[in-house]
Nanobody
């Protein structure tokens, strides 16, 4: 099992930047793929980015070039660097850990609110 805690959200002006963090418990962090998602009111949860245990990344077209996912296995932490934020980026942002050994085992954090003012 793994527990995830997101942090780093807040209120930022349009064009600003934030760095979200996802701190994971457990000693098996390095065998989980980490993903970042967001959900705005009235919208479906949206996948933003993922990073495998080996460091391979993907980013959704909607945020490619603005958001960057990374991880530091020594710190059991994954990050989402968000640049040039816009009001439509306003959402609750969640991290997810999916086991490389068995993808049926996955865990979610509680989310962190990002609000971008115009």
């Amino acid at each position: 099992q793994v527990q995830l805690v997101e942090s780093g959200g807040g209120l930022v002006q349009s064009g600003g930047s934030l760095r979200l963090s996802c701190v994971a418990s457990g000693r098996a962090f390095n065998v989980y793929t980490i993903g970042w998602y967001r959900q705005a009111p009235g919208k479906e949860r949206e996948s933003l980015a993922s990073i495998t245990s080996g460091g391979n990344t993907r980013h959704a077209d909607s945020v490619k070039g603005r958001f960057t996912i990374s991880r530091d296995n020594a710190k059991n932490t994954a990050y989402l660097h968000m640049n040039r934020l816009q009001p439509d980026d306003t959402a609750v942002y969640y991290c997810n850990a999916t086991s490389d050994w068995d993808p049926r085992f996955q865990y979610w954090g509680q989310g962190t609110q990002v609000t971008v003012s115009s």
